[in-house]
Structures are given as C-alpha cells and as structure tokens.
C-alpha cells in the first residue's frame, strides 16, 4: 500500500509546480492545440501520403490510406559500433509484427547518432558528447516531422541517447511515446577488478596487453555495460518516469523474455494514441510529479551525476524548471538503497537478481518517497511498476510483484539503507555552485581543504603526474572544460591517477567545470562548476598554491582568498583554439557559442517559454 506522500518531497514538488507554472501551461496549451482524435495523417494531402506510403506493401498500404487504424513511428538510436545500440537491429520487424497483429502499422520514421563515451573517453571527438544530446533531440524532431504518426517508440540506451530522444519526443508531447531499451550485457569481469587494473596501468605496474585483456572481458558482448553510469541511470529513470513498461530495464537482449517486452511496448503503443480510450501523450506523461519522481529514483539508487544536467534540460523541453536546489533538498530525506558499482562492487545484473526496479520502487513508494498518482504508458498509478515481467509456461508475457531483496548487500530495504541521504550535494561559495556525489566517497574524504595546482587540460594533469609532481596534499583546479569551452567532456582520465594518490595517503580533490558522470568514484569531486571558466567564473582566477575547500557535509566550495583579491585579479588568457577544429568539432562551434551553464541544462537550443529561477544564473555570461 502507498504511504502518505513525504512533506520534503511534497514541498520540493510543490516549489517546481510553482516556479513552472506560466511556462508549463504555455506547454500544455501547445500540445492542446497539436491534438488530434483522429490519425494525423487525414490532414495530409494525397501526394504526401503517396510519398509516405510508397514503398510498404499492399496491405500496410492499404491501412496508411485508410487512417483508420494507428502508425508507429519507431525512432532509434541502432548502430552496431556499439554493443548497447547493436540488439536494436532486430527491433523494428518485431515492433512492425506486433503491430499488425492487433491491425496497425508501424513505420520506421528515423535513426538518430548514438556515439559512445567508452570508445571517445579522453579523445577529441569526447568534445562532442554533451552536445550530442541536442542534436538528436533535433534528428528526433526530424524523424517525427513528416507528420505520419499516432505515437512514438523511442528505441536507444544510452548516455545522452536517451535524455535527447526525450528531449524531442516532447516537443511532439502530444504524442504517446514509449521508451524501449535493450538491456544490460552478462557480466563479464567484475567492475572492481577493471578498475584495480586501470589503477595499476596509471603506476606502471602491469602491462598495456594487461590493461586491454581486462577491458575485454568487461566489455565483452551485446549490451549495455555492466556498471551503474549514465546509461543504466538512463534506463531506471525511464522507468521511475512510467516511460518504460515495468520492469523493462534491465533484461538481458536477445532473450525471449526481451522480445516479448519490445512487442508488447509496440502493441501498447497502439492502444494509447488519441483513438483509443487510454489517451497518453507523453507531454502529460512528464510532468512535475514525475520529474520529481526522477531526481528520487537517481538519489536512492546513487546514479550518474550527469543527470543534473540531464533532467533539468528534460524538464525544461515539458515547461517544467528544476533546480540543483530541488536535487539537494531531496538528497537529504531520500536513502541510498543501492551499491552498484562505481558506489558497490556489483553490477546492474546484480543489482537485477537481488529485486531490481520492482522491489526498488516498491520500497519508495512504501515510505511515500515517491508521487504513485502519475500517468505512466502502463496506465494510471506507479503502483504498475511495482511488478516484474516473466514469460508464462504458455509463452505469454505476464507480471507478478517482485520479490523482497535477495541480497540486501545490493538492494535495501528504506528501513536498513546503505545510508539516510542520497549522497549528492549542491557546493556553493565564492568558486561558483557545483555538484558532488559522496556515495562513493568514504566519510573521511568528504572535507578536503589544500593548495590549488592550477590545469588548464587533462594532459596537464596526467603530465604532472608522471613527472612526480602530484605526490603531495592537492586540490587539482581543472578549468576550461565547461560547454562553451570544449563541450563539457568528462574526465575519467584522471580517475585512475588520482585514485593512486588517493590510496598513498595524500589528500586529493578534484574541481572542476567540466563532467564526470556515473563512473564518479571515490576521489572528492566539484563537478560542472558554474559559472564556468570561460563565461567569466571564478575559476578563472585561481592561482597555484591558493588554499581551497571541498566541504561535502556543509556543502561549501570555497578559495581562501580575500574577495576584493579574487574580484582584483585578470581572468587567466587560455587559447582553446585547438578545441575548434579536428574530428568535426568545427562543425560545433555554434553550440559552444550558445551554450548555457550546467545548471540550466547545459543546452544549446533555446526552448521557449522556460525562465530559470531568478536565483539562479540562466546562462554563464
């Protein structure tokens, strides 16, 4: 049974409600006035239908004509460089199947790029990453605006893959959508043991060939990888949003049991259109009880830190506005209820085993840490999803509740968490305001106060490591790494090195206004700093030697510097022209021109009727 909703997250809700309410309701108007009870394709004239019918075959061809019956549009992310986008090659004909067995059709409307951080990690092309999110958030729109379609199945998994399919499927919020992933890989060497080799690599202890066999076997088949970073906090979230169907995320591809969820996603996705009785446009879908709903989900389970720039530019694209604030109010009242690793030693199939999504949700929604009176694709109520999927003796697909934890080493009652906050913090002093996740962080590392060792580029960094230089207490200042520097990469490169200073003893943190994600591990890390350097932040003017603190529990980031000193001194003259141009960062320049701070979403596209809270900066200059 549902608890009685918890005043913190009654109150954080009410407050984004509030703040949204003038650009919200401009939304809900637009999507209002895009409705259309019968199928979208009665408003095209003969030729357009012609030219969107031709190649299909006669019987297809004959529904499209008609407008009677419903047209899928089936956006993915499908490519087979990577092994999470790679199953998706085989979901269209099952969606196109599953469709005409209850006498609709479905259309494969677009692809959009899904590029990979695992291979880009540390590259230039890495440069492209966070913008990556908008430009498929815009090939979405493009695949949708040939106008052909009752609903939308969102086929991709990962990074910003999924953050941009949603991103454009509401600026079509009129239409239903439902998200449909392709599950996780077996595991393969456990994450913890990847990492103590990476670390081994960084002290030259072990081999090159070393390192590569013990990537390989980590990342080893079709799938998602194993370890909790943004691609697997994507699929949770998609699920605690009621935009999968229950218990989606995390099957394994290429199973019956995977099948038959992508089918019936498609089947489902018919009985929701405007002409059916179950009406689900996604736009109403995500609203401000399920974007709260979201930044719960991504607490208690301790996800990726790129989410609090994905879900506020999510939000922003449904009229609603999040802050970091809302993140950290809730931090404070939500349990962690999950180690996954980076924050555990086990992997998402793990994690899967021991309950999964359905004990997960059940347990937030028993402590009323959770709204359960949300729209979800499944129907009204995030009760639904307390359930899990099985294949029956007979074959059919079928849900039954999931099971208590099986292994409360992995999964948690909200009455024995792993601890009584969600480990992420909102720093704020006279450096800017930043994000750090502490679930991963041992308690004795949460407060770091130490000179500034001032960088510029990662390679700077890892240089001064080789040369010794780092065996020491040190606050590493990396700056000129937000959006509108070079794009916002993230930073695992220094995972590795710093981990090593870690472990000899010395004091180490990290600020910086660049990212670090879901693999954000145990060294103390201010991410997304903002403003960022290169809008005038004060990064910028940090000096070697500058005595800065990192204060987790008080939520402080702060120079031990005079302010008329700081506000005295010239911003540091860095020339990033090498970050305009190779491996088509050319091409980018107009993102990073109009790229705003982290805080609002790190978006370059201007989506209107959105105002930021007038306490918090809209853009970085």
């Not at 809302?326 to 931090?331: A, G, I, K, P, V």
Request: charged share 20%.
């Amino acid at each position: 049974m549902t608890s009685t909703l918890h005043p913190d997250l009654a109150r954080v809700t009410a407050r984004i409600r509030k703040r949204s309410s003038g650009s919200r309701q401009e939304y809900l108007a637009r999507l209002d006035q895009a409705r259309q009870e019968t199928p979208v394709r009665h408003g095209l004239s003969c030729t357009n239908l012609a030219h969107g019918c031709a190649a299909f075959d006669v019987q297809d061809k004959l529904v499209l004509r008609e407008a009677i019956q419903p047209n899928i549009g089936i956006v993915s992310s499908y490519n087979d460089l990577l092994s999470a986008h790679q199953p998706l090659e085989r979901f269209p004909k099952l969606i196109k199947e599953a469709a005409r067995e209850v006498g609709a059709v479905a259309q494969f409307a677009g692809g959009v790029p899904a590029m990979c951080d695992g291979i880009t990690q540390g590259q230039p092309g890495m440069e492209l990453s966070l913008f990556s999110r908008d430009v498929i958030a815009m090939s979405t729109a493009v695949a949708l605006s040939h106008n052909m379609f009752d609903a939308v199945l969102a086929l991709g998994v990962c990074d910003k893959i999924v953050p941009g399919l949603l991103i454009g499927a509401l600026s079509f919020g009129h239409l239903p959508a439902i998200f449909v992933p392709a599950g996780p890989m077996t595991s393969g060497l456990p994450n913890d043991e990847k990492a103590k080799v990476r670390q081994l690599y960084a002290e030259g202890k072990v081999s090159r060939d070393a390192l590569v066999e013990a990537e390989s076997r980590s990342y080893h088949g079709p799938g998602t990888c194993t370890f909790y970073g943004t691609a697997n906090s994507n699929q949770m979230l998609m699920e605690v949003m009621g935009l999968h169907l229950p218990g989606a995320s995390f099957v394994h591809p290429n199973t019956p049991l995977r099948d038959a969820l992508t089918a019936a996603a498609a089947r489902r996705a018919v009985r929701i259109t405007a002409l059916g009785d179950e009406y689900t446009p996604v736009g109403h879908v995500v609203d401000e009880r399920a974007i709260a709903n979201a930044v719960v989900g991504l607490l208690a389970t301790g996800g990726s830190t790129n989410h609090t720039i994905h879900l506020v530019a999510i939000a922003r694209a449904a009229g609603i506005q999040l802050t970091w604030d809302d993140f950290s109010e809730l931090s404070a009242c939500v349990p962690l209820l999950a180690r996954i690793y980076p924050n555990g030693r086990s992997d998402v199939n793990h994690f899967h085993a021991a309950g999964g999504m359905g004990y997960l949700i059940s347990q937030l929604l028993d402590a009323g840490l959770l709204h359960e009176d949300v729209l979800t694709v499944s129907g009204r109520g995030l009760a639904r999803y307390r359930d899990e999927p099985f294949l029956q003796d007979d074959g059919m697909l079928a849900w039954r509740p999931a099971p208590p934890s099986a292994d409360p080493s992995v999964l948690r009652p909200v009455a024995e968490p792993f601890s009584q906050d969600g480990g992420l913090k909102v720093l704020a002093g006279n450096l800017g305001r930043a994000v750090i996740k502490t679930s991963a962080v041992k308690p004795q590392h949460r407060v770091v106060e130490a000179p500034a060792l001032v960088f510029d580029t990662q390679s700077e960094v890892l240089a001064a490591f080789e040369r010794g230089e780092l065996n020491r207490d040190f606050v590493a200042v990396l700056r000129y790494q937000g959006p509108r520097a070079n794009g916002m990469p993230e930073l695992h490169q220094l995972t590795p090195v710093l981990g090593v200073l870690l472990d000899q003893g010395f004091k180490v943190a990290l600020v910086t206004d660049g990212r670090m994600s879901g693999a954000s591990g145990k060294v103390p890390t201010a991410l997304h700093v903002t403003p960022e350097a290169l809008g005038g932040g004060p990064l910028a003017r940090v000096r070697d030697g500058d005595v800065i603190v990192i204060d987790a529990e008080s939520g402080r980031l702060e120079a031990r510097v005079a302010a008329r000193e700081l506000a005295s001194r010239r911003p540091a003259q860095v020339d990033l022209a090498h970050n305009e141009f190779g491996l088509g960062r050319e091409l980018f320049q107009l993102f990073r021109a109009n790229a705003e701070g982290a805080e609002q979403g790190a978006m370059a596209l201007d989506l209107p009727a959105v105002e930021a809270p007038a306490s918090v900066r809209k853009r970085a200059a």
